[in-house]
Nanobody
Framework: QVQLVESGGGLVQAGGSLRLSCAAS????????MGWYRQAPGKQRELVAT???????NYADSVKGRFIISRDNAKNALYLQMNSLKPEDTAVYYC??????????????WGQGTQVTVSS
């Protein structure tokens, strides 16, 4: 019923920028915290950035100062503006959301991921 779909990934040169989007859809629900995670080949999935419903943010040290996470509560959408991209940013980026489902509770939803490749 509930779906999270990422978009905006692609191939970019080092120093370039990309903007990722995540759209949540499905039955009636509300969303608390949201975040972006990434997984590079041979590495574990790691947290990139999170944002609460009240717009408080948190970033991994590796992306601090370069990435900006934002959300549009009216649209149930999440965004990640990635600037000054580096080859080490290459990974599959996943959208995560803490969704409140009536009659169920909190559900940790994940998107299918979008590939970001940064060439040197």
């Amino acid at each position: 019923q509930v779906q999270l779909v990422e978009s905006g990934g692609g191939l970019v040169q080092a120093g370039g920028s990309l903007r990722l989007s995540c759209a949540a859809s499905g039955s009636i629900f509300s969303i608390n915290a949201m975040g972006w995670y990434r997984q590079a080949p041979g590495k574990q999935r790691e947290l990139v950035a999170t944002i609460t419903r009240g717009f408080s943010t948190n970033y991994a040290d590796s992306v601090k100062g370069r990435f900006i996470i934002s959300r549009d509560n009216a649209k149930n959408a999440l965004y990640l503006q990635m600037n000054s991209l580096k080859p080490e940013d290459t990974a599959v980026y996943y959208c995560n959301a803490e969704i409140v489902i009536p009659g169920y509770g909190l559900y940790q939803g994940w998107g299918q991921g979008t590939q970001v490749t940064v060439s040197s």
